[in-house]
């Protein structure tokens, strides 16, 4: 795994926020923006992994809406909402 | 005298905790509450080789000791010496799952600091050798400082090798522990990811089982399909695989009832002890199998990691309603027991989104309103199929459930726009890897299951069933008038009559209603014992309760029976516990009032549409 600390959303030119990422394709997160989340959704999303430089990879896609997601973190495989991806800013690996 | 050592099990969500908790304990199990909190705390004993026995503790699946819910705060507590109602814990057992350590590992940081004697189960092994994953326990104990043991709890696998680590680390001399604030989480992380990467001897890539699953059972159009097949073959299984079971416990029931009339003397006595106990008890019983049947597939669904992608599915569709997907695993398991499942709700981080779905719970239909459904179905609804080996009764059975779901759904809706307003709800939950459940494992679940209804027929259902009798019996009947009206159960019946006239109930109905609130399928023995003291000639006590039903009522009567307990809040256990999980009167009492008036509506609605077509 490769972990980068570098990145920056705001200045990465090629960064796109996880929600629009395609099913099979692979990213590092660049940024979490922590203050559109509550609380415990924030804790919940750390619980899961989620952290900068870290590689995701969207799975699946629920049947109605294309949402929620499922989401590759590290070794594990979770569940988010469209709404909640689009917190996470990525960089394609 | 000194108390066991308190051996507490801690570890991530889906990291096979309970399983391994169920493998060191057996089936010795108690099953509690933390006070003041609705968290369930299981505990159990087991004997170490020298023959000390320990107590263990199973704490609920956290991520961190940083609590995003009701139930990580209780495992916090616990673990921090904060929990009233449990002491410290001696010594812990850290469960991880062997496949997931980047993660899990970051709990097991967290724990291990708090410093007390500390043993890692490294578990599901088989499942990480299966993504080709091979890990070196050794260098793993080494960089977290304790010991690691490789274990595969649904299997039972080194789980004597846990018991000599754990006889060992008791023996040694305990340092105290420490209770300093934790580490920062994301500073644990990190160091989880290279522990972690450390120990990994090899990693083949392969293409994950749990990954071309889900490639099938998450797809978009496939996904929901099987879904709705499982659904479905479970309601017809539970009417398929219950008929030989449910025979032999009628037989059972009818032995013991002659049995009792030739031994005992025409009178009172023979009256209450055939009539009501054995009649009542025994018209509930019979639906042993059929609620066994129905806990077996949701155990199943559960082992095996389904429930979640069921949850996944469904979230959407949840969300439009104003829940989350998390509420599908409660309301599904409402399906068995609204108790259980307003229990599960717990779970549920979101205040409101947790408010809503206990509000709606007790739509789903639970397997004691089954007993009504059935005999209703059976007396009324012809055995025919409707082609392709479909049955009309199962039909109608799916379209009873259907009708739960849908009136569960728009009252979420409709209390989600006024009087549960705000706080759009979150789905964050982790797919488990698939796995094969352990046959000893379902199996405890349905024996603690089957304990409970049969513990609820010897108890609530019993006293109400004499109760009942008692209030049918007196004062008998002068020759010529009719028991059911004489008796003081009539006449108090009478007055809920006058209520439910319109809705096209009759007397015998709401003689039932009342006693129904102890237990839905209380409704059915009510019914029974009404029908077996009323029965004056020999001919008809010999007839079955549904073909005495069929003589009695019209099918409109009985379609809005049907209707009525659809919606019905007709359980005290249901409201009682809606009270402790909202923490007052306020809400049991609302969820009460509306149930009794869609109740009200849907039945008189049935009614009438059934006889304006003229059934």
Known sequence: MIISRKMNAVFHPESLSLDQLKVGSRAHVASIDWDVLEHSEACRLRHFGFDEGVLVEPLHLGPFGRDPLAIRVGRMTVAIRRSHARAVRVVPA | MNPLPLVAVAGSPNAGKSALFNALTGARQKVGNYPGVTVERHSGRLTLADGRPVELVDLPGAYSLDPASLDEAVTRDVLLGRQAGER???????????????????????????????????????????????????????????????????????????????????????????????????????????????AVISESPVRRWTHRLDSILLHPVVGPVILAAILFVMFQAVFAWSQLPVSWIED?????????????????????????????????????????????FILLLESTGYMVRAAFIMDKLMHWAGLSGRAFIPLLSSFACAVPGIMATRTIDNQKDRLTTILVAPLMTCSARLPVYTLIIAAFIPNRTVGYGVGLQGLVMFGLYAAGVAGALVAALVLRRTIVRGGGGAFMMELPKYQMPAIKDLALGLLQRAMIFLKRAGTIILGTTILLWALASFPQAPPGERQVEASIAGHISNGI??????????????????????????????????????????????QSLGDRLRGKWPLPTALAFLAWFVFAPQCISTIAVTRRETNGWKWPAFMVGYLFALAYIAAGLTYWTAVWLGL
């Open chain 2, 252 to 296: 059972g029931f009818a032995m013991l009832a002659d049995g009792m009339t030739a031994l005992l003397p025409a009178g009172l006595l023979r009256s209450l002890v055939v009539d009501g106990v054995i009649g009542g008890v025994g018209a509930v019983v019979v639906f042993l199998p059929q609620i066994l049947i129905l806990f077996f």
């Open chain 2, 497 to 542: 009559y006058a209520v439910v006239k319109p809705i096209g109930f009759n007397h015998d109905i709401s003689l039932a209603l009342l006693p129904a609130m102890a237990a839905r399928e209380v409704a059915i023995s009510a019914i029974g014992t009404v029908y077996a003291i009323d029965s004056t000639d020999d001919a008809a006590g010999s």
């Open chain 2, 88 to 198: 410290s814990p001696d010594a812990l057992i850290i469960v991880v799952d062997a496949s997931n350590l980047d993660n899990h590992l970051r709990f097991a940081l967290q724990l291990i600091e708090l410093g007390l004697p500390t043993i890692v189960a490294l578990n599901m092994v088989d499942l990480a050798r299966r993504d080709g994953l091979e890990l070196d326990p050794g260098r793993l104990a080494e960089a977290l400082g304790v010991p690691v043991i490789e274990t595969i709890a649904v299997r039972r696998r080194g789980i004597p090798d846990l018991q000599a680590a754990l006889d060992d680390m008791l023996s040694a001399p305990r340092c105290p522990a420490r209770h300093d604030a934790p580490s920062d989480l994301v500073k644990l992380q990190r160091r989880a990811r290279e522990i972690a990467t450390a």
